[in-house]
């Protein structure tokens, strides 16, 4: 080409590195697109995959827990690793949210996941049956000794937030809340929203909320619940968005914080550490 200002750069496309847990998930989504696995039949067992992919039982373990934890596969001692029963298209669209999840801007997530959450709260509370209620507390007591001992794990404060959403009995509303998980987990984990006392002070924002919906009141559940995510959102604002706080003594100057440079995500969104 002649033109000598010509930038033969901008047809290079960015290398995607890939764990070994997501091309596990990725051949598990392949089979199940090509029919070799179908909803409701039983995986092999974790050391026969280890074999078959040449990785550590641990790599594998990782995979499937986070196929579990969104609903892909349910996991117990007596009957193994099982598909969900659910078709294929709903399966594949689950796993591509996994692995594939864009670039989901704060504003884009709060929005969004402050009004399903809200509506979430507000139909728990005038559908839920005991048993629900005795799940949401039960992931929610999970959490409270999770922060007592300020182990940042997200998946306890998410937890608690899928179990309300199952307490709607609205599958539908639950599995739009279920596929906002990953973007929640990146997002809480790039910007550090557990930070300063934000998973004690989110503790005890969950404690409220199911308060108000074992007591019946929709709109105080529904209130709460939006609170309690634009109450994260402040929190990013303030806080998890730059690097390092202001120098104690600098409130009055406002010196500005220099912001991130880096928008990599961590290398595990699951077992990162932070809280929304």
């Given at each position: 080409?002649?033109?000598?200002?010509?930038?033969?750069?901008?047809?290079?496309?960015?290398?995607?590195?890939?764990?070994?847990?997501?091309?596990?998930?990725?051949?598990?989504?392949?089979?199940?697109?090509?029919?070799?696995?179908?909803?409701?039949q039983k995986l092999p067992a974790e050391r026969?995959?280890?074999?078959?992919?040449?990785?550590?039982?641990?790599?594998?373990?990782?995979?499937?827990?986070?196929?579990?934890?969104?609903?892909?596969?349910?996991?117990?001692?007596?009957?193994?690793?099982?598909?969900?029963?659910?078709?294929?298209?709903?399966?594949?669209?689950?796993?591509?949210?996994?692995?594939?999840?864009?670039?989901?801007?704060?504003?884009?997530?709060?929005?969004?996941?402050?009004?399903?959450?809200?509506?979430?709260?507000?139909?728990?509370?005038?559908?839920?049956?005991?048993?629900?209620?005795?799940?949401?507390?039960?992931?929610?007591?999970?959490?409270?000794?999770?922060?007592?001992?300020?182990?940042?794990?997200?998946?306890?404060?998410?937890?608690?937030?899928?179990?309300?959403?199952?307490?709607?009995?609205?599958?539908?509303?639950?599995?739009?809340?279920?596929?906002?998980?990953?973007?929640?987990?990146?997002?809480?984990?790039?910007?550090?929203?557990?930070?300063?006392?934000?998973?004690?002070?989110?503790?005890?924002?969950?404690?409220?909320?199911?308060?108000?919906?074992?007591?019946?009141?929709?709109?105080?559940?529904?209130?709460?619940?939006?609170?309690?995510?634009?109450?994260?959102?402040?929190?990013?604002?303030?806080?998890?968005?730059?690097?390092?706080?202001?120098?104690?003594?600098?409130?009055?100057?406002?010196?500005?914080?220099?912001?991130?440079?880096?928008?990599?995500?961590?290398?595990?969104?699951?077992?990162?550490?932070?809280?929304?």
């Amino acid at each position: 080409m002649d033109d000598p200002d010509y930038d033969v750069s901008r047809h290079f496309q960015k290398i995607k590195i890939r764990r070994p847990p997501d091309i596990i998930i990725e051949q598990i989504s392949d089979l199940i697109a090509r029919r070799i696995i179908k909803a409701g039949q039983k995986l092999p067992a974790e050391r026969v995959l280890a074999e078959r992919f040449d990785v550590s039982r641990g790599t594998v373990r990782e995979a499937l827990r986070r196929l579990e934890f969104f609903g892909i596969v349910r996991t117990s001692p007596q009957s193994g690793t099982v598909v969900e029963n659910l078709s294929e298209h709903v399966l594949i669209g689950l796993i591509s949210n996994i692995l594939n999840a864009g670039d989901t801007s704060p504003e884009m997530l709060i929005e969004v996941r402050g009004a399903l959450e809200a509506l979430s709260a507000r139909l728990a509370t005038e559908r839920a049956h005991a048993g629900q209620i005795a799940e949401i507390r039960k992931a929610q007591q999970r959490m409270r000794e999770q922060a007592e001992a300020n182990a940042y794990t997200l998946e306890e404060d998410l937890l608690f937030h899928l179990k309300v959403a199952e307490a709607t009995n609205n599958n539908l509303l639950r599995s739009l809340i279920a596929l906002m998980g990953p973007d929640v987990l990146r997002f809480s984990h790039q910007h550090a929203t557990y930070k300063d006392g934000r998973m004690h002070a989110a503790a005890n924002e969950h404690d409220a909320i199911i308060a108000a919906i074992e007591s019946g009141q929709p709109d105080e559940a529904e209130k709460l619940m939006k609170q309690h995510i634009d109450k994260s959102y402040e929190h990013y604002r303030r806080d998890g968005n730059t690097d390092a706080p202001p120098e104690d003594g600098d409130a009055e100057s406002e010196k500005p914080v220099r912001k991130r440079r880096s928008n990599r995500l961590p290398k595990d969104t699951l077992t990162g550490t932070g809280r929304l």
